[in-house]
């Protein structure tokens, strides 16, 4: 748009200088206004938005219409399968390298439309995080998963998706007897009998993907989403057991998420509601985390303690003890029970390690100095800043020293 109108400026300025020069403006006026109208009817033709289409929107309103609670099952429309990941091998695929900060931290949503190719991803981490699950369900039992009643059709659809898709991209890890009802995984060779009589649909979910999983119910009273089944075994910062059961407000509140009463809450009830089942989306968030451990920072205090957080952290003061933590986000309907149904993968490295990446500095920088008080509050600035601030310079410097071209820096999110 700008720069068609620009470029209209320009051709009109030049068009009246040679106009000035013989000043017979008669002759040149109609030209000019063939001029404007060609750019304008050029622009009518362009795509205006690449959001959300019409049709979609359209859908997405008379969700608002409904009942609060009510979903008429979606019998007709079926996940697209996804096409099966070329060479994709259990042991030498590498995780998808998200670098998911901007020079600005901005709090939104920051949801993005999901393609339903990259639903789920797994890469060659599957079998650490497989046992790592396995090691924290038998541990913490049911600190780390449950389905209440509300929410038992829908862990069966959750677990119907995940095998139809998994099967389809990895065929040489998830195996699925339709007839017999029998799930094969192949690495771990286990075998799931889905007519079994004790058969756990959520645990079984969680034996195939890398990925937390949640179920959100829509409540028949007031139409707010409400946390009724899932698998969460390391989210590092905050317990399933707590969160269990909670509202969507109320889990995010409970947790003093920055803005969340003023910008994010509005936006996110009205989005749950009206999320369609053919429009899911992905979000990629990044946190710093001061010591090594995936499932529960022990840097914010034990997990068994009721009062956890940041305040009880003692300052870093080696930049070895630093990672980057970030996870990878997913939000889709069910067709069939409605719930909405919310992934996440954690991925996890030395923050030493990412700063050898090119931009990876410099961007990491700008963003957490540019992070909000509420923000630094809710990321522990304060305990990492005076290691990680002067590291991130230094490597910053030596990468532009060593010729780093910051105009060449990609700009495609989540880098
Ligand atoms: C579109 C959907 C959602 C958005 C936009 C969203 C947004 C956020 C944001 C901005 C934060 C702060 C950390 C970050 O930057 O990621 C956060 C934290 C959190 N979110 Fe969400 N969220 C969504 C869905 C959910 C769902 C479905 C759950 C259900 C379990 C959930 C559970 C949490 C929890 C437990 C935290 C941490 C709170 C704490 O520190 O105690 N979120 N969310």
Redesign the pocket.
């Known amino acids: 748009m700008n720069h068609n109108s620009s470029s209209i400026s320009f051709d009109i300025n030049s068009i009246k200088e040679t106009l000035d020069q013989s000043s017979s403006y008669i002759f040149v006026l109609p030209v000019l206004l063939l001029v404007a109208y060609y750019f304008k009817t050029q622009n009518d033709l362009k795509p205006k938005s690449k959001s959300l289409t019409p049709s979609v929107k359209a859908t997405a309103s008379k969700m608002d219409q409904r009942p609060f609670g009510y979903w008429k099952p979606d019998l007709t429309w079926k996940t697209p399968t996804p096409k099966e990941y070329p060479n994709w091998s259990v042991k030498t695929t590498k995780p998808v390298p998200y670098r998911a900060f901007k020079h600005k931290y901005n ?1 939104t ?3 993005r439309n999901m393609p339903w190719d990259s639903w789920i991803e797994l890469d060659n981490q599957w079998l650490k995080f497989h046992n790592m699950k396995l090691k924290r369900i038998a541990e913490k039992g049911q600190d780390v998963w449950r389905i209440s009643p509300k929410a038992v059709d829908a862990a069966w659809e959750l677990l119907h998706e995940l095998i139809a898709f998994t099967s389809a991209k990895y065929p040489s890890l998830i195996k699925f007897d339709k007839e017999k009802q029998i799930l094969k995984i192949t690495e771990t060779n286990q075998t799931f009998d889905l007519k079994a009589k004790d058969f756990n649909p959520i645990i079984t979910a969680a034996n195939l993907v890398q990925d937390e999983l ?1 179920l ?1 119910i829509e409540d028949p009273e007031d139409g707010q ?1 409400s ?1 009724e089944g ?1 698998c ?1 075994t390391m ?1 590092g ?2 317990k399933f057991k707590e ?1 269990f059961q909670m509202k ?1 407000d109320e ?2 509140t ?5 803005k ?1 009463e003023t910008h ?1 809450g509005p ?2 009830n009205k ?2 509601r009206r999320l369609t089942v053919d429009s899911p ?1 992905v ?1 990629n ?3 710093i985390q001061t010591d090594e451990h995936i499932d529960w920072s022990r840097s914010i205090g034990p997990e068994e303690s009721d009062s956890v957080g940041w305040n009880a952290a003692t300052k870093a003061t080696n930049i070895k003890d630093l990672w980057f933590r970030s ?1 990878r ?1 997913t ?1 889709r309907r069910l067709p069939k029970t409605g719930a ?1 149904a ?1 992934t996440i993968r954690t991925y996890f490295m030395p923050i030493t390690e990412m700063c050898e990446e090119p931009y990876v500095p410099r961007r990491l920088l700008n963003g957490i100095k540019s992070w909000d008080e509420d923000v630094n509050e ?1 990321r522990g600035f304060a305990v990492f800043k005076d290691v990680l601030l002067p590291y991130l310079q230094k490597r910053a410097e030596e990468q532009e020293a060593d010729g780093l071209v910051l105009d060449d820096e990609p700009q495609d999110y989540p880098y």
Do not use: C, D, T
Not at 254 to 258: E, L, Q, R, W
């Open positions: 709090v949503m920051a949801i949640v959100m989403y946390l899932g969460i989210a910062f905050w969160k969507l889990i995010h409970s947790g003093s998420v920055p969340y994010l936006a996110m989005f749950f989306v979000r968030n990044y946190f996870e986000q939000v909405i919310f809710y």
